[in-house]
């Protein structure tokens, strides 16, 4: 069974443009997740998806946005990149059968010159 | 606002010594996960525990919740090199995907 596909893996973009990340879940996942990690916040929420709708959403500016497609897949998009938006983007994963684990893909990094 | 302290930070131990990370959240959850990861990777998924009692082994590392204490913790026993990353614990929101972490506790196991 594959298991959660990330695109691209690493990324350079320069201050004021924007990104667009992709996730493709596990087969049958109807749950994704989306994360931030960085070196001084450490692991932080941005937004859940199910079944094409936001159920979730962290603290972060509305510069951070989602979406889900009826096949599960979600894409995260940034705008107006700061330099503050490096970070490892990291997505999960689950059935959302509420005892389920969330499965990690590798993780898209993200780099802002 | 959940929040989820862990402890220590940094863990240093010698092959083959035990040693307890530890867990704290602050509200009511119906979940907590530990992860463990590799520098430069993704995370790992080591245990689900769902219930308050519940106690989960797998290899050299044993996972047990206690959800009146609202505490977790994460035995490493005869500790081994192939065991060195960071390990952080995740506390689910009562009924809902979303996962607040732990800081992480770096551990280097030292031959």
């Known amino acids: 069974k594959a298991g959660v596909t990330q695109t691209p893996r690493y990324l350079i973009k320069t201050r004021g443009q924007q990104v667009t990340l992709s996730c493709s879940p596990i087969?049958?996942?109807?749950?994704v997740s989306w994360y931030q990690q960085t070196p001084g916040q450490g692991l932080q929420f941005l937004f859940e998806?199910?079944?094409?709708?936001?159920?979730n959403k962290g603290n972060f500016p509305g510069r951070f946005s989602g979406r889900q497609f009826s096949n599960s897949r979600s894409e995260m998009n940034v705008s107006t990149l700061e330099l503050g938006d490096s970070a490892l983007y990291l997505c999960?994963?689950?059935?959302?059968?509420?005892?389920?684990?969330?499965?990690f893909g590798p993780g898209t990094r993200l780099t802002v010159t | 606002e959940l929040k989820v302290e862990q402890n220590p930070l940094f863990l240093s131990m010698q092959e083959g010594k035990n040693y307890t990370i530890y867990c704290n959240y602050s509200?009511?959850?119906?979940?907590l996960y530990w992860y463990r990861q590799d520098p430069g990777k993704s995370l790992e998924s080591l245990f689900v525990?769902?219930?308050?009692?519940a106690v989960k082994q797998e290899g050299r590392l044993m996972a047990s919740l206690d959800t009146k204490a609202r505490l977790s913790t994460l035995h490493i026993t005869a500790a081994v090199h192939d065991l060195s990353a960071t390990y952080f614990c995740?506390?689910?929101?009562?009924?809902?995907?979303?996962?607040?972490f732990g800081t992480g506790t770096r551990l280097t196991i030292i031959p």
């Open positions: 995740a506390v689910a929101g009562f009924g809902n995907e979303k996962l607040t």
């Open positions: 525990l769902l219930s308050n009692g």
């Open positions: 998806y199910f079944s094409e709708t936001q159920r």
């Open positions: 509200t009511t959850s119906d979940r």
């Open positions: 999960a994963s689950s059935l959302d059968r509420g005892e389920d684990e969330q499965y």
């Open positions: 087969s049958g996942h109807r749950s």
